[in-house]
Nanobody, 124 residues
Framework: QVQLVESGGELVQAGGSLRLSCAASGGTFSRYVMGWFRQAPGKEREFVATIARTGGPTYYADSVKGRFTISRDNAKNTVYLQMNSLKPEDTAVYSC?????????????????WGQGTQVTVSS
């Protein structure tokens, strides 16, 4: 089992940047594939980014490719999401997740543990 706690969400203006953090405890962090997902009001939760246990490879949703970067620091038991060139449509609750897998995945149902989420609001 692993517990995940996100932080860093806030109100930012369009074009700005933000870095989200997800701290893990209660498990061996380096054994989990990690992912970031988001859910906007009235929409289903959608995949954002995923990262392998070693820190590579990574994979991104088309909507964020080139703007967002996922990374992890296994020594700190933390995964990050660097978000640049933010758009109003990026507004959502962002959650990190951990999966008992060897290979990265974009599928919500293949992740086993979830954080509580952190709100990101991008104003125009």
């Amino acid at each position: 089992q692993v517990q995940l706690v996100e932080s860093g969400g806030e109100l930012v203006q369009a074009g700005g940047s933000l870095r989200l953090s997800c701290a893990a405890s209660g498990g061996t962090f380096s054994r989990y594939v990690m992912g970031w997902f988001r859910q906007a009001p009235g929409k289903e939760r959608e995949f954002v980014a995923t990262i392998a246990r070693t820190g590579g490879p990574t994979y991104y949703a088309d909507s964020v490719k080139g703007r967002f970067t996922i990374s992890r620091d296994n020594a700190k038991n933390t995964v990050y999401l660097q978000m640049n060139s933010l758009k109003p449509e990026d507004t959502a609750v962002y959650s990190c997740a951990a999966a008992h897998r060897l290979v990265i995945t974009t599928r919500v149902y293949e992740y086993d543990y979830w954080g509580q989420g952190t709100q990101v609001t991008v104003s125009s």
